[in-house]
């Protein structure tokens, strides 16, 4: 999207205040805070490591997300979509603690799969109270909870279900699994109204009148993240009315990145909110993955079946991570890391077709024309056809990145370097001499044509194939026409390297051996 010369800012930050932090430190003996403090500057340098280009990297822990959370919330008492209940909840007479969200796990009341937190179900993606699951076990020592009572504060969900559906409807374009979830479950089920405080010190106090003691629930505060991180770059930027045109206008577009496991939260919480308040824009697409399995099993943190990024990028470079990332991305349905297919794709995608076709281009204009790009004289139809491909592909590459389709958006640009190799076995250039200006001038417009496409999915190796190209382009500074602009006959490249490394047997097994069931 900045390519294509809009105003993006491009928001993220950690969600520091929910219960499964508060039941991490405990374990860890340290304070939430010691806790966030240590993780945070990991989970931001490996993004930047990455490339990925953040805007704002923040934190719900920062004064500024307590300050929004607090006037988003006193205005929805004030409208009175807040009320007080008295409850029933779950408590460890053995721990001396109430028992929300991942303090308590259980059977799911909607489906019955076992081994649940008390706030939504992995399984069916269910949302539901604590106190709804069945047979619950404290998630400290194991006990059985008992019952108590006491006042908590409720958003007024039921009122906006109507509201919400009339959103959801206008967005048929989402991803097809994405809508039919959400019209289903508001069509169904509708929407309940959701008990939005809890009884522990962490997290942004709750603003109403008697709640003393109480925190807003981690999923009714953290999707206001989005709007205070977008406040801390206005203030870090020196500009702090700026994320009022980002949030108060009507003509943003606001796009959610998230995981399946958070979909309602996106589509129907976080509108239901926004339309609750009155001021802000509303998503205009919430893009849901589906999960990344790992070599055919759930990926495990605490049984040590992960790969931990930060480890992964001391041996790959990012590129190799983010290629494969986007290749295997979990679209419409659940993927899988494996090793061995990790090793096939860089090897045989990544190096022998795009980087492969690259090299032997650049290596040919160093080797035959003395880094020149040779005036190609008249074009044949074999070499017209192959730029009119260039143009078909970059269109399409543009409407699947336009319309978050990112992963048939590389196998495009992939394809466009299968027809490169193909184009030159075609016409042999190192043979047939007399095809070689020609088929070289050709094949270079192709490489240009790929190095601009690639930027957003590669951006490291676009910068280093800018180099080897001798444009005056890096990744930030590309516009995505560039494309077009043919490299002119007289063009003196630099001497190219091979872009990827292969990934070797002895890695995988390497790799593989560090995997561990515990």
């Given at each position: ?398 409407n699947k990145l336009e319309n978050c389709r990112f992963k048939s958006g590389l196998k495009l640009i992939l394809g466009l370097a299968q027809s490169g190799n193909r184009y030159l076995n075609d016409m042999r250039p190192w043979m047939v001499i007399e095809n070689a200006p020609r088929t070289t001038y050709t094949a270079m ?74």
């Open positions: 999207m900045r390519m294509l010369g809009h105003k993006v800012l491009f928001v993220c930050g950690t969600d520091e205040n929910a219960s499964s932090i508060v039941l991490e430190a405990m374990k860890k003996g340290m304070t939430p805070q010691q806790l966030c403090d240590t993780f945070y500057p990991i989970q931001r340098d490996t993004f930047a490591k990455l490339g990925i280009s953040f805007d704002i990297f923040s934190r719900t822990s920062k004064k500024i997300h307590y300050e929004t959370v607090h006037e988003f919330y006193a205005k929805l008492w004030e409208k009175g979509y807040i009320y007080r209940k008295r409850i029933k909840q779950w408590y460890c007479p053995k721990d001396d603690k109430v028992l929300p969200d991942r303090f308590v796990r259980g059977t799911c009341p909607v489906c019955g799969a076992p081994d649940q937190y008390g706030e939504a179900c992995e399984i069916c993606a269910s949302w539901y109270e604590a106190f709804e699951l069945i047979d619950p076990v404290c998630t400290l020592c194991g006990g059985k909870p008992i019952v108590v009572e006491k006042d908590h504060y409720f958003l007024k969900l039921s009122a906006l279900t109507q509201q919400v559906l009339t959103y959801i409807k206008s967005k048929k374009f989402w991803r097809k699994s994405t809508y039919n979830k959400t019209v289903s479950w508001l069509e169904n089920e509708g929407l309940r109204d959701k008990d939005i405080t809890r009884d522990y010190d962490w997290g942004p106090p709750a603003p109403f009148p008697g709640a003393e003691g109480q925190v807003l629930y981690n999923w009714a505060e953290n999707l206001l993240g989005y709007v205070s991180a977008t406040k801390d770059w206005s203030l870090q930027t020196g500009q702090p009315d700026a994320w009022k045109k980002f949030w108060l206008d009507s003509e943003t577009k606001l796009y959610c990145f998230i995981g399946k496991d958070n979909l309602f939260f996106h589509t129907i919480l976080f509108p239901a909110i926004l339309i609750a308040h009155g001021d802000y824009v509303l998503p205009y697409n919430v893009i849901v993955n589906e999960f990344v399995n790992l070599e055919g099993q759930k990926l495990s943190t605490s049984r040590g079946w992960v790969i931990w990024l930060h480890e992964m990028l001391e041996t790959y470079d990012p590129d190799v991570i983010r290629y494969y990332a986007a290749i295997i991305a979990p679209e419409t349905k659940d993927s899988d890391f494996r090793w061995k297919d990790f090793q096939a794709k860089i090897n045989n995608e990544l190096v022998a077709t795009l980087g492969n076709f690259i090299h032997r281009v650049l290596l040919f204009v160093h080797n035959k024309f003395n880094g020149v790009v040779p005036e190609p004289g008249e074009l044949k139809p074999r070499d017209k056809e192959l730029l009119e491909e260039v143009d078909s592909v970059a269109a399409m590459v543009k417009q192709v490489v240009k044509a790929l190095c601009i496409l690639m930027t957003p999915y590669l951006p490291f190796a676009a910068y280093k194939l800018m180099g080897m190209m001798n444009l005056n382009l890096t990744p930030e500074s590309v516009r995505w026409e560039e494309f077009r602009i043919p490299i002119r006959p007289g063009h003196k490249i630099n001497k190219p390297e091979p872009l990827f490394r292969k990934v070797s047997d002895e890695e995988i097994a390497h790799q593989t051996a560090k995997l561990s069931l515990t």
